[in-house]
């Protein structure tokens, strides 16, 4: 059934952000779209004790070989997906090396503890040009901002799906994710599907 | 959720460890299952109970673990496969049940209990391993290594527990439970299922059908015959295994998640050639002959495991019986110090612990880049502490909460347990939570102070309880605050849901685990026929909300009740639109001249409210503003406004 040969095996994706901005709804699209594929795909979520607010990342380990753990060793991240660009430099410090390739949206979402003032949120030029700078390639999203011009934010996951699947990193095309997306979002398919792909016309215009 | 009833065969499905166990279930041909939600473990019944009425199996959100052990006991005692799933620390409210019938015996259903743990208590508040727990209490365990073990395992069980007539236990983790992978589908039973409490026991017997744990020192003989029976099941069990060459530099012996861990650090160092795995996935009674013909493939044997040492344990109490002759390994594990005694595991401890070992080094990226890229997190990326979401009812009544002690001014104080509402115990709840254990555990710590008076405490006492938690574990604890006329408040935060764990219905909410709408529980209702005085309170009426707490403080005469009802936003959020627009007014909001000290951003911390450094005032994230309106009436100039939207 498996018809691509992985860059890497097992391949590394890390998606990353806040509590509550669909981080476990994107790696579910993703690994359900891989697994119909054939390919065999560990799925590790880890956030907080709170519903939201907290940092959150999805590991997406995937093989042609076997099951692996749902931790990517440090250092060992070949993807990073970031849905917010503090929590991308977060990955980055501990997941990066040399090669890694990063799709970053920069819109912030400020800590309790920066609005409380015990924290500083960095400026954000410079926080982007820090994620560059670590990453062996790096594509700025704006999903977020983009979403709110097609009346919800929520609609930043499907953009950011469709730029992963346009970034061409994963063993993946429209085809294949297309029905995985109209499943997990049966009531909003039509907008979810522009915003899909708006995702991928935007990492398109980026290459 | 992914659909567990799909009848696809021989298909490979991405199911969360959760759903692989309750399609391991169906795949067995259960009828019966209960659990109390709870992390790791929820998914399993919320998967069961979402196909329950069309594969004709029955499936319930039980008051608590201990409700729901019994009630799959009794459904095993007339016939019917059963299981009952449970959430890290539910077994020990089970716990006397179990040491009953594992000597009572189970009826002619199987019976499974699923135990689900949490390493590094990442959603818990302790990390307590339930594997001593089963050796203690005589219940055969197993543990699956990847998410086709917990599907494979948990159907093998109800055919073993109905061969040998004993309970058995599945402890999962997090990591399992919580993560996802491939499982491949196996037949679904198409077998009709019949409920009789058959009473008679054979034709000879003169005894009637009787599940009773005694005469106990008898009971307690046949308890042992039955695990040694299943230690014989165990040893043959394809569950069990090793790989790596015949003669090894090193063994590892491992089970559960420890068991991916491990196979990713071999990997990783590419020392499959010299590096064994000894995997267990029947953990106890130990299969002590499978052990023994591996453990001489190494001089050194290294224990990966979470929590406890408790494959440690058992294989070196297992050796220390064994001849003199037999292999002697050097055993590292956590009496060494190669592995962490707490907190979960994951590969790069692995790898450490065999580097040592070995005496290797490993660096898996160049050594500048590393730098780097630590260094930089290290100096841009702020912390994120646990917070109330947005629009979070708990924000205001722990606001609430915080004027009213003050206002009181007897330096009064909150006794709490767990759930979202422990975030109070940190600045999101402005600290005002001050004890926290078990559920329930804060109404029966203040049931003691609040009994104090005689020694001069004259500190009021509000325990708060989620409203999940009221039904579970807090209504004796309230009903002794009655009888024995011990004075403290009650604060129930009522969100109509079990919020932090998925927002599964209870029995305040008029709705069961399988959609059907049923009788309310009403808990005020409850609380007054006890005899409580009882408050019910919006807490985003943040005034009426602090009186009627500092009324019902200067009230003397035992135990009063009050409620905060309020919908989770998070439920309320995805029926509905916000109520609110709500914007800073730029005109009215004089920023840091402004004697409040930023009251709004940093002290009322709800996430939307964000401070602009630029204009030196406060602002609403719109993207996260929930259109709550509470912080409206908190600051002082009148600069926050809110519009109906």
């Known amino acids: ?207 | 959720m992914a659909n567990i009833n799909i009848d696809a065969p021989g298909t490979s499905q991405l199911f969360m460890g959760n759903e692989a166990i309750a399609r391991g279930a169906l795949e067995a041909g259960i009828g019966f299952a209960a659990a109390y939600p709870g992390t790791p473990s929820s998914e399993i019944l919320g998967s069961l109970a979402s196909v329950a009425k069309e594969t004709g199996i029955y499936a319930e959100w039980s008051v608590n673990e201990k409700v729901a052990m019994e009630a799959a006991a009794g459904a095993s005692f007339a016939g019917i496969r059963a299981l009952a799933a449970m959430k890290q620390n539910g077994i020990n409210v089970v716990s006397d049940f179990l040491a009953n019938l594992v000597m009572s015996g189970i009826g002619k259903g199987g019976l499974v209990l699923v135990s689900c743990d949490d390493p590094s208590a990442i959603s818990s508040s302790n990390e307590q391993d339930t594997r001593p727990i089963a050796k203690w209490l005589d219940i055969p365990l197993v543990e699956p290594g990847d998410f086709q073990e917990a599907k494979d395992m948990t159907k093998w069980l109800f055919d073993l527990s109905e061969e040998i007539g004993t309970l058995f236990m599945l402890r999962s983790v997090t990591r399992i439970a919580h993560a996802r992978g491939n499982v491949v589908l196996g037949e679904l039973p198409k077998k009709e299922r019949r409920a009789y409490f058959d009473q008679i026991h054979d034709l000879k017997s003169v005894m009637p059908t009787t599940f009773m744990p005694v005469p106990s020192p008898l009971r307690h003989f046949f308890l042992h015959m039955k695990m040694d029976k299943a230690r014989q099941k165990f040893e043959a069990s394809r569950f069990n295994r090793y790989v790596g060459p015949d003669k090894a530099d090193l063994l590892i012996v491992t089970c559960g998640s420890c068991w991916l861990y491990s196979q990713d650090a071999v990997k990783t160092l590419k020392l499959e050639d010299k590096v064994g795995i000894l995997k267990l996935g029947t953990l106890w009674p130990l299969p002590e002959k499978f052990v023994e013909s591996h453990l001489g493939k190494s001089q050194k044997v290294l224990f990966v495991e979470e929590i406890d040492p408790f494959l440690e344990r058992s294989i070196m109490e297992f050796v220390a019986s064994l001849p003199s002759t037999s292999p002697r390994p050097t055993f590292y594990g956590k009496r060494s110090g190669h592995i962490n005694a707490y907190g979960e595991l994951n590969p790069d401890l692995v790898i450490k612990a065999i580097s040592n070992i070995l005496g290797l080094t490993y660096q898996p990226r160049d050594a500048e880049y590393s730098d780097k890229a630590e260094a930089a997190a290290k100096s841009h990326v702020p912390e994120r502490s646990m917070t109330f979401c947005a629009g979070c009812p708990h924000r205001a009544t722990f606001w609430a909460i915080k004027n009213a002690l003050k206002l009181d001014g007897r330096n009064g104080f909150v006794t709490g347990d767990i759930g979202c509402y422990s975030i109070a115990l940190g600045p999101a709840g402005f600290f005002q939570v001050r004890t926290m254990h078990c559920m329930g555990g804060g109404a029966g710590v203040a049931n003691g102070l609040g009994k104090l008076g005689q020694f001069g405490f004259n500190q009021p006492v509000l325990a708060v309880v989620g409203d999940s938690t009221f039904y579970h574990a807090t209504i004796p604890a309230l009903i002794n605050g009655i009888y024995n006329q011990s004075d403290f408040i009650l604060v129930i935060l009522d969100n109509s849901a079990t919020a932090m764990t998925g927002f599964q219905p209870h029995p305040g909410t008029g709705m069961t685990a399988m959609g059907e709408p049923t009788k309310v529980v009403s808990m005020e209702a409850l609380c007054r026929s006890l005899g409580a005085r009882v408050k019910v309170c919006d807490p985003f009426d943040l005034k009426h909300t602090t009186t009627t707490l500092l009324d019902m403080m200067a009230e003397g005469g035992g135990a009063k009740v009050a409620i905060m009802r309020r919908q989770c936003e998070l439920v309320r959020g995805k029926k509905e639109k916000p109520p609110y627009k709500v914007q800073v007014d730029t005109e009215k909001c004089i920023g840091e001249a402004c004697g409040c000290d930023r009251l709004c951003t940093r002290v009322f911390l709800c996430p939307a409210l964000i401070w602009d450094k630029k204009a030196g005032k406060s602002k609403i994230d719109e993207v996260i503003c929930t259109g709550c309106g509470v912080c409206t009436d908190i600051c002082p100039q009148g600069a926050i406004i809110k519009e109906a939207a």
């Open chain 1, 1 to 207: 059934m498996t018809t691509k040969q992985l860059a890497k095996d097992p391949l590394n994706l890390i998606i990353t952000g806040v509590g509550g901005q669909g981080n476990v709804m994107i790696s579910l699209i993703i690994g359900n779209a891989l697994v119909r594929e054939g390919y065999s795909v560990t799925v590790g979520e880890t956030y907080g004790a709170s519903q939201r607010g907290g940092p959150v990342m999805s590991h997406v380990r995937i093989s042609k070989e076997t099951q692996y753990s749902p931790f990517i060793p440090d250092g060992c991240a070949d993807i990073i997906l970031g849905m917010e660009p503090v929590e991308t430099l977060r990955m980055l410090g501990r997941y990066g090396n040399p090669n890694v390739l990063t799709i970053i949206n920069p819109r912030p979402i400020y800590s309790i503890d920066v609005t409380g003032g015990q924290a500083e949120y960095p400026d954000l030029d410079k926080l982007v040009q820090t994620v560059k700078k670590l990453s062996a390639k790096t594509w700025v999203i704006n999903a977020t901002e983009e979403a709110q011009k097609m009346g919800s934010p929520m609609f930043a996951n499907a953009i950011l799906i469709g730029a992963v699947i346009g970034s061409g990193v994963l063993p993946l095309d429209k085809k294949s994710v297309e029905p995985v997306l109209c499943e997990t979002f049966p009531k909003e398919i039509k907008t979810n599907i522009e915003a899909f792909n708006q995702g991928m016309r935007l990492i398109k215009q980026l290459r």
